[in-house]
């Protein structure tokens, strides 16, 4: 019974040393005959299995998901740059120079006002049994930069039924009015705010509106 287990122990031990002799052949081969070059080779091949463990490590942890609790946290909103002369237009009568900054951004934000522009949302969702929802309080941030830069986004809703974000028609004249009135009073000009029939207004839901997941919803 030992014997048989010294046996099978030696078969083992012969056919480590099998792989091991034949590795370093195959090293012998690409390097030197000399038993000095062999030995850098064999502590050369340790270094690299090591390298090559630890990279299998670091693909090992890229695979593990890093925080697999956290929700996406992409806000969706959109810029309408091709309304920058409409709202030129109700400036001019001031004076008030105003360019369209493009990027998106809080960064070199100087002021900020957060308020609301009226709209349409279609949810393209096929197996939504809900087409389209109007809302008067679609979110819009109005951003003053240097330089008499200016923009204002516009945040979309998510439908109510599925989920998905819904497809914005814009009432491009509330934007115009909102943005206008406010950099009319940023430049220091007095005047009575824009009036908006809020009374058959829905209350604003927060868990469809992405302006409420940036933080930015006055209410
Ligand atoms: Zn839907
Ligand atoms: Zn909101």
């Known amino acids: 019974m030992l014997d048989c287990v010294f046996s099978k122990f030696r078969h083992v031990t012969n056919y480590l040393k099998h792989v091991k002799t034949s590795t370093h052949k195959g090293k012998k081969v690409a ?3 000399s038993s000095k070059d062999q030995k850098v080779s064999s502590e050369h091949d340790h270094s690299q299995s090591t390298a090559v463990t630890q990279t299998w490590k670091s693909v090992l942890l890229e695979l593990q998901p890093q925080n697999p609790y956290v929700e996406p946290t992409t806000i969706s909103s959109q810029l309408y740059p091709h309304l920058h002369e409409a709202i030129i237009n109700e400036l001019a009568e001031h004076r008030i120079p105003a360019s369209f900054h493009e990027d998106n951004s809080d960064e070199g934000s100087i002021r900020d006002y957060s308020t609301f522009v009226m709209g349409r949302f279609t949810c393209d969702n096929n197996s939504c049994p809900r087409n389209a929802w109007t809302s008067k309080k679609v979110t819009l941030f109005i951003r003053k930069y240097s330089n008499d830069r200016y923009n204002a ?5 998510s439908c109510k039924f599925c989920e998905e974000l819904g497809r914005l028609a814009m009432d491009e004249k509330s934007y115009v009015d909102r943005v206008s009135y406010r950099l009319k009073r940023w430049a220091g000009v007095e005047m ?8 058959k207004t829905p209350p604003h839901v927060k868990e469809h509106c992405e ?4 933080g930015i919803c006055g209410g």
């Open 153 to 157: 986004a516009v945040y979309d809703q």
């Open 211 to 214: 302006g409420c997941k940036a």
């Open 31 to 33: 390097t030197s005959n």
């Open 192 to 199: 009575e705010p824009p009036q908006y029939n809020l009374k």
